[in-house]
């Protein structure tokens, strides 16, 4: 019996096909990191509480005290120049600063630290690892709603206030210049508090540890020094609260004389510094940690 040959049989190659091109994904563009940054900054449920009460807390402080000065106001007294320095404290009173700076401030640290306490942030760096890009979108987001809330929030009062003032003859125009010093002072000092937070928020990673501190650095420690040696009053001259007074001072007629007086220029160039100082921390604290 003849055994037949069976048919070798051979592996089935496949087709050659073309190489499948690689797809990755776009890198986010630094206008969707901002739309991403203001949808997480509202999502906050208080923060539309914190900022509407607030304004009208400033707004309601800066009637009272031009109400009471138009109530006690006698035509004729006292200095112009001292007179037109009364209407702009009516404007933008010393209360209404300490209210913005607290906020402003608070809330720098808690955009911060929110993400933190909720692991957000590990989920914000695996999307996008150029941290440095992202903390620029959350600053400037900060940043833009701040100037905002300060543009509607000073601009009301200072509008009320000096119409309230209009028939005493002291109420000013922002068309002045050292009026518009005033408001601008005003409205950018909100945005400079908040970043202040904001570089202690990234720099703490704890909620009440990040407030605690801006409201000591913002706060507390302007209260601690003096004008009597030169280098306290440097050190005094450059916090943000001191700068504003200064920038709100239309004269420094009428204060106690001090040997080492602020500067208009000093006080503008202490806003920029802290702005800036604030998010380079921030950026070197993001930057070198792990998350």
């Known amino acids: 019996m003849s055994a037949t040959a069976r ?3 051979t592996a089935a190659r496949p087709a050659p096909t073309e190489p499948r091109a690689r797809t990755t994904e776009p890198r986010a ?3 969707d990191l901002l739309a991403a940054e203001w949808i997480k900054f509202w999502s906050l449920r208080s923060v539309p509480w914190v900022l509407g009460l607030s304004a009208v807390a400033i707004v309601a402080a800066n009637l009272k005290s031009a109400l009471y000065t138009r109530d006690h ?5 006292g200095d112009p120049v001292l007179m037109a320095q009364v209407a702009l404290n009516d404007a933008f009173n010393l209360a209404s600063a300490d209210i913005l700076m607290l906020v402003a401030g608070g809330l720098g640290a808690t955009v911060v630290t929110g993400e ?4 957000l942030i590990r989920t914000t760096l695996a999307a996008v690892p150029n941290r440095r890009a992202v903390l620029a979108a959350k600053a400037g987001v900060l940043a833009a709603v701040l100037f ?9 009062s200072f509008g009320a206030s000096q119409a309230i003032l209009s028939g005493t003859g ?3 125009s922002v068309t002045d210049p050292v009026a518009l010093r005033y408001v601008a002072a005003a409205v950018l000092f909100g945005p400079v508090c908040a970043l202040v937070g904001l570089g202690l928020g990234a720099l703490l990673r704890h909620g009440a540890g990040a407030v605690v501190a801006t409201v000591a650095v913002l706060f507390f420690v302007p209260s601690l020094v003096t004008e009597r040696y030169r280098w306290t009053a440097d050190l005094l001259h450059a916090l ?4 504003w007074q200064r920038l709100a001072r239309t004269t420094l007629a009428g204060l106690r004389p001090s040997a080492y007086p602020a500067t208009v220029t000093g006080a503008w160039v202490t806003f920029a510094v802290w702005s800036l100082a604030s998010v380079a ?3 070197v604290a993001i930057h070198r940690r792990d998350h």
Not at 73 to 77: A, F, L, V
Not at 148 to 154: I, K, Q, R, S
Not at 240 to 243: D, S, Y
């Open 7 to 9: 048919p070798a049989r």
């Open 29 to 31: 563009r630094f206008a």
């Open 73 to 77: 106001w006698t035509p004729g007294d």
């Open 116 to 119: 933190y306490a909720t692991g």
């Open 148 to 156: 905002g809330y300060g543009v509607l929030t000073v601009g009301v």
């Open 170 to 172: 002291i109420g000013q």
């Open 240 to 243: 943000p609260l001191p700068a």
């Open 281 to 283: 921390v921030a950026a």
